[in-house]
């Protein structure tokens, strides 16, 4: 069993940045895959990005492209979301997750963190 835990969640004025940390134990870290999702006030659960076992290929929802950068560190057991010029709509509770594959879908992880807030004011 996998336990994640991120931190790193504040309230931050738009076009502030944040960095969220997800740290994993009780498995082999670098046999998962990682991702992010986030879910907003009276909102479904929508993916942010992913990123593969090795790092070398991740994946961004178009929302969060060019703005948010997803990266791990294996011998740290950590993956983060370094999240630049922040809007507004940003303000969700954001979670990691860890499955086989780096995937979109949020049924595709088997493992989730409790989640961090993140509140963009205007």
């Known amino acids: 069993q996998v336990q994640l835990v991120e931190s790193g969640g504040g309230l931050v004025q738009a076009g502030g940045s944040l960095r969220l940390s997800c740290a994993a134990s009780?498995?082999?870290?670098?046999?998962?895959?990682m991702g992010w999702f986030r879910q907003g006030p009276g909102k479904e659960r929508e993916f942010v990005a992913a990123i593969t076992r090795s790092g070398g290929t991740t994946l961004y929802a178009d929302s969060v492209k060019g703005r948010f950068t997803i990266s791990r560190d294996n011998a740290k057991n950590a993956v983060y979301l370094q999240m630049n010029s922040l809007k507004p709509e940003d303000t969700a509770a954001y979670y990691c997750?860890?499955?086989?594959?780096?995937?979109?879908?949020?049924?595709?992880?088997?493992?989730w963190g409790q989640g961090t807030q993140v509140t963009v004011s205007s």
């Open positions: 009780g498995g082999t870290f670098s046999m998962y895959a």
């Open positions: 997750a860890g499955g086989r594959y780096a995937s979109s879908v949020a049924s595709e992880f088997d493992y």
